[in-house]
């Protein structure tokens, strides 16, 4: 089509598109692709004529009335094609039909779901005198076959998101038509002009349902299914102390963030793209967001109409190199009071630690500031020792201060006139973890402890370091704090308060549990080899099962093998992530959903109680309310994670409760109590395994075992060695 016309071919990208897998038919996909007709079959049919200039780009091409008339002639040759080679698809074809239904890209999906809600077939809609089409060409609306399938009917509902883009061209296309050609037309509004289908916010098949089922009632009374409606509609939730409790994302055990992110006293920072947004929920005088490349701007303009003299903006190292440093141009020529904070940490790190494209370095990124014409600029870094042999590199007048100076540093710069830089270098956490486990950077040996007898729980270590890796421990004794050595990336910030309770080990390794495994393997082995097998599912519909839990513990993993388990069953499968921060300690949704035929799987997300079990690796993020939306009583089983799992407000607050038992009891008022079963995970891995790393993946296991997950025992082994990543220990875990 594309090369055809001339024309750009775009495709809507929602997120239950982009962030989901599924099975597909390739064969089939080929199959129609095979069908096409070439460009000289087109012409043959259509009698289209491109112009004798052609309808593609030339150089010169510019600004001209021969660009619109060409744009013209580009739209033509859309509509011959798409004539002769449709995108479209008939869904319900019906030659008698009095009434349509238009849907379109995602929305038709959701549509199919409220049909199989409403127990009504595409035979009983031929049956009863409705006609659906799924648009695959949402603009321009090829023309015959809508005025085909408009022909004897009197109203036509669009089902689409957002905007009426489909709903408008079908008004104007027939709008001059014979009476007996001219449907009246409902989508965004009804025939009154009364809201119907809502452009606001996203659809479901739960938000289309009433929608669909009034309208198929109105037009036919034995198409009436009023009463299946209510099963399909957000529940009532319970509300008590857990819903004070958030799975927020957080910086990562020792990132760079934790530090550079402060400022001092009285002052305030602006956000802007990357981790380091996590500051804005952190009590840092931290706000705002705004575009790449257009850090400050808004502070231009608003330092115009305020008494405050000075901002801070933070500015990833990534983040400038892509346009960043356009922005403190700006700064420049509009003669600001701002400090540009480039936090130079060595990655992309919120999108997996990935490098910057192209070439950088602090001195390079020094120098081309100096160049643009900023006042001053400042250098910290956790080994500023390094930089004594590089100072040549830098511009006349760069200072060098080690990270604890930050504080006196930033006072400095808040009070000189004009843009002024501060680049704190830091190598992002993660990406020490993964280069020191590549062999690339050297691991430092010494280890902090603390030490709980000493210890007095008033948590100055997590606010000294704001660190993740510094958690509450309960004691006989109340709650003290210890560090997580599994999490720990050395940073070392969590001991620079004045605290006789740390200890520092160097050269040692933590210790690790040796586990039922480490013990009598062959014990083990034989203990797994005598469980029952769970019983088989009767398939009568899709089987949708909801798993949730915390970023970076490997809950998409167990969708992932899930989904391809049914897939190598021979089964239909789709999995639906929505992580958003979780890579950084967020909460995490994954959502598969399965069926034995294709026909039974149509939208990916699990829609308003009609998810057949959860598996609640983190009982935060399960008692959440997107998730007990998933949730049916007396249909929905929960296996839930009874793990204390620490969330964000933990480390700024020492007495932070996770009301573990006002969370079961969300659980349990949801599904019925008879209906949640719990265990703890964590206490499993460590007791059989030796240590946690591989929870949730044991939590996969024991779900399968009490039959809450439809696919073979062979299937999932084999997804777990197609996965290729800790191969032995996921098998383990999951036995």
């Not at 007495?655 to 703890?680: I, M, N, P, W, Y």
């Amino acid at each position: 089509l594309s090369r055809y016309s001339g024309a750009w071919v775009g495709f809507t990208a929602l997120s239950e598109v982009v962030e989901s897998a599924a099975t597909v038919d390739l064969d089939e996909t080929l199959r129609r692709a095979s069908q096409w007709q070439g460009a000289d079959a087109v012409r043959a049919a259509t009698g289209h004529a491109a112009p004798a200039d052609g309808l593609h780009y030339r150089w010169p091409d510019l600004p001209s009335l021969g660009i619109e008339t060409r744009a013209h002639a580009k739209l033509a040759a859309v509509a011959a094609f798409a004539q002769v080679n449709s995108i479209d698809r008939e869904i319900v074809t019906a030659p008698r039909a009095t009434v349509g239904i238009v849907t379109a890209g995602k929305a038709h999906l959701d549509f199919m779901e409220v049909l199989r809600r409403l127990a009504i077939t595409t035979a009983q809609l031929a049956e009863h005198g409705v006609r659906v089409v799924k648009l695959g060409l949402t603009f321009p609306i090829e023309a015959t076959r809508m005025r085909a399938f408009a022909e004897g009917l009197t109203q036509i509902l669009v089902v689409e998101e957002k905007g009426p883009v489909v709903e408008q061209q079908i008004k104007n296309l027939l709008y001059n038509a014979p009476a007996s050609m001219r449907p009246q037309v409902l989508g965004k509004t009804d025939e009154q002009g009364r809201p119907l289908v809502s452009a606001a916010g996203e659809l479901r098949p739960s938000r289309l349902i009433e929608i669909v089922a009034d309208w198929l009632a109105r037009h036919d009374a034995g198409l009436d299914r009023r009463d299946h409606v209510r099963d399909f509609t957000p529940p009532e939730l319970l509300a008590n102390a857990g819903d004070a409790v958030k799975r927020q994302p957080y910086f990562c055990a020792g990132c760079p963030h934790n530090t550079s992110t402060k400022v001092p006293e009285g002052s305030r920072a602006a956000a802007g793209i990357g981790c380091h947004f996590m500051a804005a929920w952190m009590d840092r005088s931290t706000a705002g967001i705004i575009q790449m490349g257009g850090e400050g701007v808004d502070w231009v303009s608003h330092s115009m109409f305020t008494r405050v003299p000075h901002l801070f903006q933070n500015l990833g190292d990534g983040t400038y190199f892509h346009s960043g440093y356009l922005a403190i141009r700006q700064a420049v020529a509009a003669k600001a009071t701002i400090t540009y904070k480039i936090l130079f940490n060595d990655a992309v790190a919120m999108t997996g630690g990935q490098p910057v494209d192209g070439a950088t370095s602090v001195d390079a990124i020094a120098r081309q500031v100096e160049s643009e014409g900023v006042k001053r600029v400042a250098v910290l870094s956790d080994d500023i020792g390094k930089y004594d042999v590089l100072r040549g590199r830098f511009p006349a007048g760069t200072t060098f201060h080690g990270r604890d100076e930050l504080d006196a540093v930033q006072r400095e710069l808040r009070a000189t006139p004009g843009v002024t830089v501060l680049i704190y270098e830091q190598t992002c956490a993660a990406e020490k973890r993964r280069r020191r486990k590549k062999g690339e950077l050297a691991d430092p040996p010494r280890r902090l402890f603390i030490n709980e007898a000493v210890c007095e729980g008033c948590g100055d270590c997590g606010v000294q370091s704001n660190c993740v890796a510094v958690l509450p421990h309960e004691t006989a004794f109340g709650r003290k704090r210890r560090i997580d050595q599994t999490a720990c990336n050395k940073d070392y910030s969590c001991a620079k308060g004045f605290c006789p309770s740390f200890v520092g080990v160097s050269g040692g390794r933590p210790r690790r549990h040796s586990g039922i495994l480490g013990r009598d393997a062959a014990a083990f082995e034989r203990a797994v080899a005598a469980l029952p097998m769970p019983a088989q599912w009767q398939w009568t519909g899709p089987y949708d099962l909801l798993v949730t839990g915390v970023g970076g513990t490997g809950v998409v993993t167990v969708g992932a093998l899930t989904a391809m388990a049914a897939h190598l069953d021979g089964h239909s499968a789709s999995v639906l992530d929505f992580m958003g921060f979780a890579q950084k300690g967020g909460a995490v949704l994954s959502f598969v959903r399965l069926a034995d035929v294709p026909e039974r799987l149509n939208q990916v997300r699990i829609d308003a109680q009609q998810a057949d079990a959860m598996l609640a690796c983190d009982l935060v993020v399960g008692a959440s309310a997107e998730a007990l939306n998933t949730v049916r009583r007396g249909r929905t089983r929960i296996l839930a994670n009874e793990h204390p799992i620490p969330v964000a407000e933990s480390v700024r607050n020492p007495d932070a409760d996770l009301h573990v038992s006002a969370l079961l009891e969300k659980l349990r008022f949801a599904a019925g109590s008879e209906r949640v079963q719990t265990f703890d995970a964590q206490a499993l891995a460590l007791d059989f395994l030796g240590d946690t790393v591989t929870a949730n993946v044991l939590a996969l296991g024991f779900a399968w075992q009490r039959g809450l997950v439809p696919v073979s025992l062979a299937a999932l082994q084999r997804a777990i060695e197609l996965n290729g990543v800790a191969v032995e220990a996921n098998r383990l875990a999951f036995a």
